[in-house]
């Protein structure tokens, strides 16, 4: 009887099992799923009379009162409650927030502008330094009803 792997002489030797685990798929999968989580997790992070979208978020807890931004249906941008023009928008902020790049930034959007402004004003506030930029809803002033 011709056997392959029976032991160095070829008789019945004790077949021993290989105890060893090949970790390198794992590792390769657990990569993968790192560079998705960096590159996706940044695009997931702010008077006027704004129509705001509707959730059922809880508001967020603030220890010092943030600066809010808010676009009106017209597309006119205010820096709290006066209008500022979307090149001078980072000095501004700066002014006001002592260039304190971690104080609080709402931004507020009415639902009939187009949603690429909204994106563009929050990008000119990213680029000025600002790393905690929030987007705001409006909550539901009644409760939802009861099944949904």
């Known amino acids: 009887m011709a056997m392959g792997g029976m032991g160095p002489r070829g008789g019945r ?3 021993r099992p290989l105890a060893e685990i090949n970790v390198t798929p794992l590792v390769d999968v657990m990569l993968v799923l790192l560079v998705i989580f960096m590159v996706t997790a940044p695009l997931m992070t702010s008077g006027v009379s704004v129509d705001l ?4 978020a809880k508001p967020l807890n603030t220890d010092a ?5 808010s676009i009106n249906a017209k597309g006119e ?4 409650n006066q ?10 902020l700066q002014a006001i927030s002592a260039n304190d790049p971690k104080r609080q930034i ?3 959007g009415d639902k009939s502008i187009s949603y690429g402004l909204v994106v563009q004003v929050m990008a000119t506030i990213t680029e ?17 009803p009861a099944g949904k």
């Open 128 to 144: 000025g330094g600002f790393t905690k930029v929030a987007l705001l809803a409006q909550q539901p002033t009644t409760a939802p």
């Open 13 to 15: 030797g004790r077949y």
């Open 106 to 108: 709402f931004v507020r």
């Open 53 to 56: 979208p509707k959730t059922q």
């Open 83 to 92: 209008q500022v023009q979307l090149p001078e928008l980072v000095t501004k």
């Open 77 to 80: 941008i205010y820096l709290q």
């Open 65 to 69: 009162k943030p600066l809010t931004v």
